[in-house]
């Protein structure tokens, strides 16, 4: 599974389909640490969400830029759909890893805060980055073109659902009482940038037991994926 993530990484960097949401990623943090000095978990908060917009960008046109002929020959050389997936997830967290330690380094080097960055600060946001960034990629994998052929509906629908999963509190707010349980449907990206914001004045285990919820929504959502492409690739 390892040298086939290293294939599709190769592949797609060879297509340059990856230009638009590095570039696009790197152009939102260098305008948010245009000043300074910039609160730390404030900043934090903001970039993990330019993670998850990114990363479900970078996870949209990863999964697109192969042909269906190209999947299928994988999927035969490794032996399986499962781990055919497995090193899809593989190969797009590589890059998620590599932004979010640029997110978290980059203000430190460059003395873009205002104060010292202590070391629950620092772990809470790098986990904070990383969950938001599994968080995009598992939400591409189900407008992919292998799932949507119609790719201008599929960004759409993903743009949509991003939107509204970051800002889910507001819109949950004027929504009537008896609707409010939609809240658990949505990605919890709203309610991590909350935590990163109010972290020093909520109680550690609110952060945390919000990072767990949302590694459970996404080991729920790579199940799901799982055994639906599973069973779609039996009936074909």
């Not at 797609?12 to 000043?35: N, Q, W």
């Not at 830029?65 to 497995?86: A, D, K, N, T, V």
Request: charged share 10%.
């Amino acid at each position: 599974m390892v040298a086939l993530a290293r294939f599709l990484l190769k592949s797609y960097t060879r297509k340059h389909a990856y230009f638009a949401p590095l570039a696009g990623t790197l152009i939102a943090m260098f305008l948010l640490y245009s000043y300074k000095p910039n609160p730390v978990m404030d900043s934090y908060a903001v970039t993990s969400v330019f993670l998850f917009i990114g990363a479900s960008w970078t996870g949209l046109t990863f999964l697109n830029h192969g042909s269906p002929q190209q999947e299928q020959l994988h999927i035969i050389h490794i032996g399986s759909m499962r781990r055919y997936m497995f090193s899809q997830l593989l190969a797009m967290l590589i890059p998620i890893v590599l932004f979010a330690i640029l997110f978290i380094v980059y203000p430190i080097l460059t003395h873009m805060f205002g104060e010292p960055v202590r070391l629950q600060q620092l772990f809470q946001a790098t986990c904070g980055h990383l969950v938001m960034g599994m968080l995009g990629i598992m939400l591409s994998l189900f407008f992919q073109r292998a799932w949507m052929p119609n790719g201008t509906q599929a960004t759409a629908l993903l743009l949509i659902l991003v939107i509204v999963s970051i800002g889910a509190k507001p819109i949950i707010a004027i929504l009537p009482i008896s609707l409010a349980w939609l809240h658990w449907l949505l990605p919890p990206v709203s309610p991590i940038m909350d935590g990163l914001l109010n972290s020093s004045k909520s109680a550690p285990g609110e952060v945390w037991g919000m990072i767990g919820w949302s590694l459970i929504y996404i080991l729920l959502l790579g199940v799901a994926y799982m055994a639906i492409s599973i069973r779609r690739d039996a009936r074909t």
